[in-house]
Nanobody, 116 residues
Framework: QVQLVESGGGLVQAGGSLRLSCAAS????????MGWYRQAPGKQRELVAA???????NYADSVKDRFIIFRDIAKNTLYLQMNSLKPDDTAVYSC??????????WGKGTLVTVSS
């Protein structure tokens, strides 16, 4: 059974930093595409950053040079380091994994609120 558990969200002032974690079980984060998505109030969910199956990274243009996705293989945990946060980054951030047969798995999400 695949489980993805996010943590690290919270309230931060604009310009601050947060690190999100996604602890995975039942799926190997090194072998499967995984990423972070976010959904702001009244908006559609969007990709923030992801690892491809080959280990390359993709970022949304809006977070390039500010956010870094990385992973700890030994801990089977995915991270998102978010720097220079802006009020527009306020959203629920969710961890996503793409497993066998392209089955998608989602965590419950963690709320990030950036105050101006």
């Amino acid at each position: 059974q695949v489980q993805l558990v996010e943590s690290g969200g919270g309230l931060v002032q604009a310009g601050g930093s947060l690190r999100l974690s996604c602890a995975a079980s039942g799926i190997n984060i090194r072998l499967n595409p995984m990423g972070w998505y976010r959904q702001a109030p009244g908006k559609q969910r969007e990709l923030v950053a992801a690892f491809t199956r080959g280990g390359n990274t993709n970022y949304a243009d809006s977070v390039k040079d500010r956010f870094i996705i990385f992973r700890d293989i030994a801990k089977n945990t995915l991270y998102l380091q978010m720097n220079s946060l802006k009020p527009d980054d306020t959203a629920v951030y969710s961890c996503n994994a793409n497993g066998l047969g392209d089955t998608e798995y989602w965590g419950k999400g963690t709320l990030v609120t950036v105050s101006s």
